[in-house]
């Protein structure tokens, strides 16, 4: 048992996203010979619907940051193009390999986090990239 909350939050929270993560490939495979524009559409939609829905019950203080405006939406350009890209392979290719290595933006974060922020990377970080890139290899391998 853990003894300490907010691991046990941050487990929770992690599981919680890789089944939503999970949930979100599937749907966008069974969707992905339909017409791109539309799924993408419906799938942004639903996005803001929840976090609309987050910050309604949660009611964070917001900052009127106007500096950051073209920051996010160079985010979203490039959200959206990963999800149109993840569409694209999804109905051309094979479903397991597509989301495995979509899967890996979290090593990305944590690569661009080491080396453009100079951050350090802990035991577990090394650990969980270690073990994603080992399991795309068990995938490039065939195991």
Known sequence: ???????????MLALVAAVCFGGYFVA?????????????????????AV???VV?????PLSSASGAVPGLVG????????SAAFLVAASEGLLSLVSVLGSLY????????????????????RTGVACAMAGVAMIALGA
Do not use: Y
């Open 1 to 11: 048992m853990l003894r300490h909350p907010d691991r046990t939050r941050g487990i």
């Open 28 to 48: 966008m495979d069974a969707v992905a010979e339909s017409d791109l524009l539309w799924v993408l559409f419906i799938a942004r939609t639903a996005t803001m």
């Open 51 to 53: 976090l609309l829905s």
């Open 56 to 60: 309604v019950w949660t009611r964070p």
């Open 75 to 82: 985010i979203g350009i490039f959200d959206l193009a990963g």
């Open 106 to 125: 979290a090593v990305v974060t944590i690569l661009l986090a080491r080396f453009i922020l100079k951050e350090r990377i802990n035991h577990w970080q």
